[in-house]
C-alpha cells in the first residue's frame, strides 16, 4: 500500500509562490507516473501537472508557465512549484501516483492551497 503525504500548502496573496511536496512511502522509481490534481469548491477535480517515467511532462494548458512538476530522487518526492498565484488556483491539491505495472492509482489526503489578499 502506498503512502502518499503532501505539504507545503497553505494561504498565499496573490502573485506570491508556493512548493507543494509529495513524499511517498516507498522509491519514486517504482511510480510510472506521478502527478498533481486539484479540486476547488463546487468544480470536479482536475489534472494540474503528470511527470510520466520520471522524464515527460505534462502541464494544463491553463497553467503552463506558471506550474512547473519535478520529482528529487533524493527525497522521494514529487514538487509542485507554482507562480503568480491567483485567487482562481485556490483548492486542494492531490497527489497521485500509478506505480509501473499497475492499473490501481493511490491518492494522498490532499493539502488546501488558498491565494487571497
Known amino acids: 500500500q502506498v503512502q502518499l503525504v503532501e505539504s507545503g500548502g497553505g494561504l498565499v496573496q496573490p502573485g506570491g509562490s508556493l512548493r507543494l511536496s509529495c513524499a511517498a512511502s516507498?522509491?519514486?522509481?517504482?511510480?510510472?507516473?506521478m502527478g498533481w490534481y486539484r479540486q476547488a469548491p463546487g468544480k470536479q477535480r482536475e489534472l494540474v501537472a503528470s511527470l510520466t517515467a520520471g522524464v515527460i511532462t505534462n502541464v494544463a494548458d491553463s497553467l503552463k508557465g506558471r506550474f512547473t512538476i519535478t520529482r528529487d530522487n533524493t527525497n522521494n518526492t514529487a514538487d509542485l512549484e507554482m507562480n503568480s498565484l491567483q485567487p482562481e488556483d485556490t483548492a486542494v491539491y492531490y497527489c497521485s501516483v500509478k506505480p509501473w505495472g499497475s492499473q490501481h492509482d493511490y491518492w494522498g489526503q490532499g493539502i488546501q492551497v488558498t491565494v487571497s489578499a
Open positions: 516507498e522509491s519514486i522509481s517504482n511510480f510510472l507516473v
